[in-house]
């Protein structure tokens, strides 16, 4: 992993928010990362409404109401949840691109479009934008990678890192290709209304998204618009000396600045040590941009400050493969 070296000038103003009601929005939305035990793929379905409220002593009104606010404002774009890729034989890949000329980035977003293979890209404030694509053979990788580098205004373009992807030996049934497609459609739709739709029992409906999550065959996340946070989001890119234990710098985090979320390493598995250490911090004021780099941290190299963006979900390719899937088999 590697992080833009960002320069901003952040306004920290309080606006028409108060700094009570920011703090609560960085609550919430930690819970949702913390509560879970796969970060990556855990956020949506998020863990249940109850579960955040009881443990920050708040109502689940409360926890509601932000999600909601949180749609209106912008900052959650929508839910995404695609069948586990390795059903379809393929993996994921990471890129990170750089777009010095900001003023050709919203033609690299729509050129994105027409790239096959491509499921995400984030936008940060700055030079770069992280992709994720999928990765399939290396002749169809290179092809895809030519093509990135060909779009105007992109300066380069990483080596792709596999991103780690939880295993599934699941056997998927037809009816349960049906209901994924369902669910891709209405991702924020109550199973009870989805089973409408497809004709099943809301009983069946349940057991089968239960079964599906357990397996791994399906996952899901959410789409974020960090511009859109009600608060400037900061982040910071550890990057550790070679052989070094994360674990004591993991745990001086924890203990000196208990609000920062960590970000996995996306070409982790869950409990592998990584090279590079990522956390997101709520700023409330100027000199906690750098409340990371002041820590006495062993172990570390350098800390980079990079700020997210927005997300950009291309929802193409898994569609194609559903609807294959779906044709092989007459439906």
Same mark, same amino acid.
């Given at each position: 992993?590697?992080?833009?070296?960002?320069?901003?000038?952040?306004?920290?103003?309080?606006?028409?928010?108060?700094?009570?009601?920011?703090?609560?929005?960085?609550?919430?939305?930690?819970?949702?990362?913390?509560?879970?035990?796969?970060?990556?793929?855990?956020?949506?379905?998020?863990?249940?409404?109850?579960?955040?409220?009881?443990?920050?002593?708040?109502?689940?009104?409360?926890?509601?109401?932000?999600?909601?606010?949180?749609?209106?404002?912008?900052?959650?774009?929508?839910?995404?949840?695609?069948?586990?890729?390795?059903?379809?034989?393929?993996?994921?890949?990471?890129?990170?691109?750089?777009?010095?000329?900001? #003023? %050709? @980035?919203?033609?690299?977003? =729509?050129? *994105?479009?027409? &790239?096959? $293979?491509?499921? +995400?890209?984030?936008?940060?404030?700055?030079?770069?934008?992280?992709?994720?694509?999928?990765?399939?053979?290396? #002749? %169809? @990788?290179?092809?895809?990678? =030519?093509? *990135?580098?060909? &779009?105007? $205004?992109?300066? +380069?373009?990483?080596?792709?890192?596999?991103?780690?992807?939880?295993?599934?030996?699941?056997?998927?049934?037809?009816?349960?290709?049906?209901?994924?497609?369902?669910?891709?459609?209405?991702?924020?739709?109550?199973?009870?209304?989805?089973?409408?739709?497809?004709?099943?029992?809301?009983?069946?409906?349940?057991?089968?998204?239960?079964?599906?999550?357990?397996?791994?065959?399906?996952?899901?996340?959410?789409?974020?618009?960090?511009?859109?946070?009600?608060?400037?989001?900061?982040?910071?890119?550890?990057?550790?000396?070679?052989?070094?234990?994360?674990?004591?710098?993991?745990?001086?985090?924890?203990?000196?600045?208990?609000?920062?979320?960590?970000?996995?390493?996306?070409?982790?598995?869950?409990?592998?040590?990584?090279?590079?250490?990522?956390?997101?911090?709520?700023?409330?004021?100027?000199?906690?941009?750098?409340?990371?780099?002041?820590?006495?941290?062993?172990?570390?190299?350098?800390?980079?400050?990079?700020?997210?963006?927005?997300?950009?979900?291309?929802?193409?390719?898994?569609?194609?493969?559903?609807?294959?899937?779906?044709?092989?088999?007459?439906?």
């Amino acid at each position: 992993m590697s992080f833009p070296k960002v320069q901003i000038s952040l306004a920290l103003s309080s606006d028409h928010r108060s700094t009570v009601t920011t703090s609560l929005d960085w609550r919430v939305y930690c819970e949702l990362y913390r509560q879970t035990p796969d970060p990556l793929w855990g956020l949506f379905p998020h863990p249940s409404v109850n579960a955040i409220a009881k443990r920050l002593g708040i109502t689940r009104g409360t926890v509601w109401r932000r999600l909601i606010e949180w749609q209106k404002i912008g900052f959650l774009k929508g839910f995404e949840i695609i069948p586990n890729p390795t059903l379809l034989g393929v993996g994921l890949r990471t890129y990170k691109v750089k777009i010095p000329d900001l #003023s %050709a @980035r919203r033609h690299f977003l =729509e050129e *994105l479009e027409y &790239i096959d $293979g491509m499921v +995400s890209a984030l936008v940060q404030i700055g030079a770069d934008a992280d992709l994720v694509t999928i990765s399939d053979i290396a #002749s %169809a @990788r290179k092809r895809r990678e =030519e093509l *990135l580098t060909r &779009i105007e $205004g992109v300066a +380069s373009i990483t080596p792709g890192l596999a991103m780690w992807v939880p295993s599934c030996a699941r056997n998927v049934s037809l009816d349960e290709w049906h209901f994924i497609s369902g669910l891709r459609t209405n991702p924020t739709i109550s199973l009870g209304k989805l089973a409408d739709k497809l004709g099943i029992s809301a009983k069946t409906a349940s057991r089968r998204y239960t079964s599906l999550r357990k397996d791994c065959a399906i996952l899901g996340y959410a789409a974020e618009d960090f511009s859109k946070f009600p608060g400037v989001v900061a982040g910071s890119g550890i990057i550790l000396n070679p052989k070094a234990d994360p674990r004591p710098v993991t745990l001086a985090i924890e203990n000196d600045l208990p609000d920062a979320l960590e970000l996995r390493d996306m070409t982790q598995a869950p409990g592998g040590h990584s090279s590079t250490l990522a956390y997101l911090q709520l700023i409330r004021v100027a000199p906690e941009v750098d409340a990371i780099s002041t820590l006495k941290l062993p172990g570390v190299a350098r800390v980079e400050k990079f700020f997210p963006g927005a997300e950009i979900v291309y929802r193409h390719w898994f569609d194609e493969r559903i609807a294959e899937v779906l044709a092989r088999h007459g439906a």
